[in-house]
């Protein structure tokens, strides 16, 4: 049964980064894609990007080009998403999610993880 | 992009009986060369991972109560709980992954009447 650890809680300054890692433990790592998703307070779920390990680099969402890199690394089976120049409005919960089925990105997310809280406060 | 819009934003029903989540992409997302529909639902509790309930529209994930079905087609789709059971009380989020970004619903809150 696979199942995703996130890392814990972060707060940061106003234009600093985050870095939140996804570690996998159980079935197979590198040809499934490991999507990351964040809630905001009082907003809707929000697709960043995702990444298939064996097929990198990642595929980003318009919005956070530029800002978001989602890199994977096949030996500790552990995905990153770094976030760049933060404000408030990326305060939110950062979930990382496995697709249900291998080498593409356009399929369900089947395993997730608990979520990031990351605070963007001066 | 494709928008996704369910309805009810809440919902209140009774122990036992019928819970019934719509949800609406703003452009279809049946795709022909395989005759599937890309969307997937999803439950939310506070302080467990989220749970994948539904995807292709109707197939329901390994261990989920068969209470639990999707259906629709194209542009319309329904989430049902056939018989409301306390454990189900949760926020549920439609999503597509027919195209990129892969966008989910608003959510839906259910509580118990």
């Known amino acids: 049964q696979v199942q995703l650890v996130q890392s814990g809680a972060e707060v940061k300054k106003p234009g600093s980064s985050v870095k939140v890692s996804c570690t996998a433990s159980?079935?197979?790592?590198?040809?499934?894609?490991i999507t990351w998703v964040r809630q905001a307070p009082g907003q809707r779920l929000e697709w960043m990007g995702a990444?298939?390990?064996?097929?990198?680099?990642?595929n980003y969402a318009q919005k956070f080009l530029g800002r978001v890199t989602i890199t994977a690394d096949e030996s500790t089976r552990t995905s990153y998403m770094e976030l760049s120049r933060l404000t408030s409005e990326d305060t939110a919960i950062y979930y990382c999610?496995?697709?249900?089925?291998?080498?593409?990105?356009?399929?369900?997310?089947?395993?997730w993880g608990k979520g990031t809280t990351v605070t963007v406060s001066s | 992009d494709i928008e996704m819009t369910q309805s009810p934003d809440s919902l209140a029903v009774s122990l036992g009986e019928r819970a019934t989540i719509n949800c609406k992409s703003s452009q279809s997302i049946l795709h022909n060369s395989n005759n599937k529909n890309y969307l997937a639902w999803y439950q939310f509790k506070p302080g467990q991972p989220p749970r994948l309930l539904i995807y292709w529209a109707s197939t329901r994930d390994s261990g989920v109560p068969d209470r639990f079905s999707g259906s629709g087609s194209g542009t319309d789709f329904t989430l049902t709980i056939s018989s409301l059971q306390a454990e189900d009380v949760a926020i549920y989020y439609c999503q597509q992954y027919y195209s990129s970004p892969y966008s989910f619903g608003q959510g839906t809150m259910l509580e118990i009447k």
């Open positions: 990444i298939i390990p064996i097929y990198a680099p990642a």
């Open positions: 999610a496995r697709l249900g089925l291998p080498r593409d990105y356009s399929y369900h997310l089947d395993v």
């Open positions: 159980g079935g197979p790592f590198s040809s499934y894609a």
